[in-house]
Nanobody, 118 residues
């Protein structure tokens, strides 16, 4: 069982920056792991994919965050990051870390709240 623990959320003014971290109890960089990702869920909305980083290092972003957010990882520390710049009020949500394994199993963190004030 893999445990994912997010941190770094908080309250920030529009235009500001935050960096989220996701610490994994398991290895995030091996052949069993397909990808690591960040999702978010705003009140009354469905959870949406924000950014993905694959074992190959390839990244993908939602259109709404392209150019503002950057996903990265530190394999030695089994940690994934989400650097968020130029934050907007519509970025307000609970952000979740996700590990997708090639077996089909998926793991989730407990989430961290990001609130952007206008």
């Amino acid at each position: 069982q893999v445990q994912l623990v997010e941190s770094g959320g908080g309250l920030v003014e529009a235009g500001g920056s935050l960096t989220l971290s996701c610490a994994s109890s398991g290895n995030i960089f091996n052949i069993a792991v397909k990808s690591m990702a960040w999702y978010r869920q705003a009140p009354g909305k469905q959870r949406e994919l924000v950014a993905t980083i694959r074992t190959s290092g390839n990244t993908n972003y939602a259109d709404s965050v392209q150019g503002r957010f950057t996903i990265s990882r530190d394999n030695a520390k089994n940690t994934v990051f989400l650097q968020m710049n130029s934050l907007k009020p519509e970025d307000t949500a609970v952000y979740y870390c996700n590990m997708q394994r090639n077996s089909g199993n998926a793991y989730w963190g407990q989430g961290t709240q990001v609130t952007v004030s206008s």
